[in-house]
């Protein structure tokens, strides 16, 4: 067994002249963290380490709940994704539930490929159906500008799925706000851009449902 962690000895460094910068220009910020959680928005994106979400849309520790997994695939199979909405739709009431991909996505990436590790292959068969259904539109665009389309298709297409969720469809039914946006963000210049994809009513989301069936 690992008698010591000397190999993350400098993150420990980085965590202490973190706090100190903190308690410098907030001196109540830890307080106010202990007092309430109650983020506006559920950020659902990628594990890629280049994605951090606070950062990206400038927003503090506290003020966006955030879920991550290998392509921000929303997949009703899928406790931990679910568990996760359902706790920030009924519990923390957020407003805003923002799927987020990115340029340059690995796990779409994949996709494209003719296979991947057991694991992986399983976890991204959606978007090999995601392709296949839009393979037309694909086979038209080079090897970048397909990949960057297969990026878009499959945040849409989970837009698409969080309409069918019901605790999200219940929130509706009760008159709480609660909007559903499509982001995609660029690792190559740090833009994020909306796809133009926001639904915020049962009404709104069965007539998006119909147009992409």
Same mark, same amino acid.
């Given at each position: 067994?690992?008698?010591?962690?000397?190999?993350?000895? /400098?993150? #420990?460094? $980085?965590n202490? +002249?973190?706090?100190?910068?903190? $308690?410098?220009t907030?001196?109540?910020? #830890? &307080?106010?963290?202990?007092?309430?959680h109650?983020?506006e928005?559920?950020?659902?994106?990628?594990?890629?380490a280049? =994605?951090p +979400?606070? %950062?990206?849309?400038?927003?503090?520790?506290g003020? =966006?709940? =955030? /879920?991550?997994?290998?392509? $921000?695939?929303?997949?009703?199979?899928?406790?931990? @994704?679910?568990?996760?909405?359902?706790?920030? @739709?009924?519990v923390? %009431?957020?407003? /805003? *539930?923002?799927v987020?991909? !990115?340029?340059?996505?690995?796990?779409?990436?994949?996709?494209?490929?003719d296979?991947?590790?057991?694991m992986v292959? !399983?976890?991204?068969?959606p978007?090999?159906?995601?392709?296949?259904? /839009?393979?037309?539109?694909?086979?038209r665009?080079? &090897?970048?500008?397909?990949?960057d389309?297969?990026?878009?298709?499959?945040?849409i297409?989970?837009?698409?799925?969080?309409? !069918?969720?019901?605790?999200?469809? $219940?929130?509706?039914?009760?008159? %709480?706000?609660?909007?559903? !946006?499509?982001?995609?963000?660029?690792?190559?210049?740090?833009? *994020?851009?909306?796809?133009?994809?926001?639904?915020?009513?049962?009404? %709104? +989301?069965?007539? #998006?449902?119909?147009?992409?069936?």
């Amino acid at each position: 067994m690992c008698q010591q962690c000397d190999d993350l000895n /400098h993150l #420990f460094d $980085n965590n202490r +002249a973190w706090i100190a910068r903190m $308690n410098e220009t907030d001196p109540d910020f #830890f &307080d106010s963290l202990t007092r309430t959680h109650a983020p506006e928005y559920l950020w659902i994106g990628c594990s890629d380490a280049r =994605v951090p +979400a606070n %950062q990206i849309v400038g927003l503090k520790p506290g003020e =966006v709940f =955030v /879920h991550r997994n290998i392509a $921000n695939l929303i997949n009703s199979s899928d406790m931990n @994704v679910l568990t996760v909405i359902e706790y920030a @739709v009924e519990v923390l %009431q957020v407003k /805003h *539930i923002m799927v987020t991909g !990115h340029y340059g996505c690995g796990g779409v990436k994949a996709a494209l490929g003719d296979g991947s590790p057991d694991m992986v292959e !399983h976890w991204i068969r959606p978007i090999r159906k995601y392709a296949l259904r /839009h393979q037309d539109e694909l086979a038209r665009l080079d &090897d970048q500008a397909r990949w960057d389309r297969l990026c878009e298709i499959n945040v849409i297409e989970q837009v698409r799925n969080l309409c !069918h969720i019901p605790s999200i469809r $219940n929130a509706w039914a009760r008159g %709480q706000r609660l909007e559903l !946006h499509g982001l995609i963000y660029d690792i190559r210049d740090g833009v *994020i851009k909306s796809l133009d994809v926001s639904i915020c009513s049962r009404e %709104q +989301a069965d007539r #998006f449902l119909t147009r992409c069936d």
